[in-house]
């Protein structure tokens, strides 16, 4: 089986699995090529076993495969070079570089790929629970060429890829007999976070990475009520005026309350007997 790479290695190679890849702007993308004349989805390469063809989804715009121009379809096979809008990929077979000799591999000065932050941990005793590191590209299945080959009777071949774009996984199923599981959902295509569990046919994987960047976010909902009310302040009231009678009714009745007598019972008493006193005073003066 096949791979696509960057021609100056930048990135993972990417396995070339049936039925086909897609090449493009585009994240979800099995190759994401991120350069200006790009399209979403540029190309597609259809893969029946070891035959592959190149499918240019943008008429008119500049693809070719060793320096000819495609602008349809055409054949690829290994070591084929493909140009994109300047940029160079070339379809590699791993069995040539696995026995490439010593001396030439420290000529080339190959790159070790780097590594994303994301693995699969077994969850099945078989396993040992052994954890599983992941490229930028994975193929996951019961064949040895897969980058995590699984000896297990009823997993596919080819059974699944997973790739890591912009620091996001992302799994695929390639048409396994028995199908993969999200959290114990089946999945064609998914976006896979940390915690989550993926299961290839009866084999189970706790999938370790980075946080989610949303999970780091504090998000307010716009134009929901704290539930905390704010404190009410009482508005000022003004100064009472001073000394100010209300007017009178209609009736003539002042609202103000009667007014108490000057004096009291004992008082006016003592004003009687005083007023004796004096004329009784005065009347024996003048006898």
Known sequence: MLKIRFKNKKYSAVWLVEPSISIGRHRANELVVSA?????????????????????????SEVKVNGQAVS??????ARDT?????????????????TAAPAQRSQTNPRTPKTTGWALKANHTALGNRVYP????????RSSDCDISLAAAHLSRRHA???????????????????TYLNGKPVTEARVKRGDELRFDTLSFGVIGPADD???????????????KPARTAPSRPSAPQAQA???????????????PRYGSAGLAVLIVLTAVVVAALFLTRG
């Open 36 to 60: 200006p004349n790009i399209a979403d989805k540029h190309l597609v390469i259809e893969a029946e076993h070891e035959n592959l063809r190149l499918i240019n989804l943008v008429p008119g």
């Open 72 to 77: 349809e379809g055409q054949a690829l096979s």
């Open 82 to 98: 493909i140009s994109l809008a300047g940029i160079e990929l070339e379809i590699i077979d791993p069995k040539d570089e696995s």
């Open 134 to 141: 992941l490229k930028s590209n994975n193929l996951v299945g």
């Open 161 to 179: 890829q997973l790739n890591v774009v912009e620091g996001v996984l992302y799994v695929r199923d390639l048409g396994s007999a028995n199908g």
């Open 214 to 228: 949303m999970a780091k976010t504090t998000v307010r909902a716009v134009g929901r009520p704290s539930s905390a």
């Open 246 to 260: 209300r007017p009178a009714t209609s009736l003539g009745a002042v609202d103000t309350p009667a007014q108490k």
